[in-house]
């Protein structure tokens, strides 16, 4: 099947809701989801802090290891890794700056990307992360770019973290999404920044709602 009509790419740095709206996109058009950073986090706690100074052979060894799967549509779609449910054991910032850590390693991206690639072949989906509109789907028909001021993306990640029963303080968080969009922008290996033929989306000012309604909207009108 052509990757060009199957798979629809969301980038963007961290916090700016890209799970969120990948997963509400994914249910108003009834295909799957891919949380691509779900991937790098569950990979980055398998193989635990100071992975990146370990020798390319045995991060490749241990990277081979691990398998991802991908099932359900909308909101119903459940990442698997080597057959487990991934779950909320790596939603805290401490795995996300291990996860931005990995993601410079060849080796790692390396078998991100074939992993993601096999999902994307395999059925329609919305796929978010950080380069899926330039490294992993180049090809896709509709890719966004979203963004927000660090500072309104650190209040968002502290209303999520808070509902979860985490205490976090607010200017500590706002530093570590500064930490994070420096690694993610600056790093030599697939640095975040939006496809040349994507829709930038500064969602500082929009909710939920209307950024999901212009992506919609922008969907049915290059259909």
């Known amino acids: 099947m052509n990757t060009r009509l199957n798979v629809i790419t969301l980038d963007g740095p961290a916090g700016v809701g890209k799970s969120t709206l990948a997963r509400l996109l994914a249910e108003r058009l009834s295909i799957a989801c891919l949380d691509t950073g ?14 990146e100074k370990l020798p390319e052979k045995d991060i490749r060894r241990r990277c081979a290891e691990v ?32 996860a931005a850590r990995i993601a410079v390693i060849p080796a790692v991206r390396e078998l991100l990307k074939k992993a993601q690639r ?3 072949k395999a059925a329609p989906l919305v796929a978010e992360g950080r380069d899926m509109g330039i490294a992993v789907f180049p090809d896709a028909r509709f890719k966004f770019f979203l963004d927000a001021a660090p500072e309104i993306r650190a209040k968002r990640r502290l209303a999520d973290l808070e509902q979860r ?29 939006p496809a040349a033929d994507a829709l930038l989306v500064d969602t500082s000012r929009m ?11 922008h969907i049915r009108e290059q259909r």
């Open 207 to 217: 909710d939920i709602d209307e950024t999901l309604n212009l992506m919609l909207r």
């Open 165 to 193: 029963g985490e205490t976090v303080n607010l200017s500590a968080l706002t530093e570590q999404i500064r930490n994070r969009d420096h690694m993610d922008r600056s790093r030599a290996l697939a640095p975040l920044r």
């Open 118 to 120: 096999d999902i994307g």
């Open 38 to 51: 779900a991937m790098f986090r569950c990979l980055a706690l398998r193989l635990g802090p100071g992975t």
């Open 67 to 98: 398998r991802f799967s991908l099932d359900g549509r909308g909101k119903a779609t459940k990442l698997y890794c080597d057959g487990t449910p991934v779950g909320e054991e790596i939603r805290n910032e401490n795995v996300g700056l291990l």
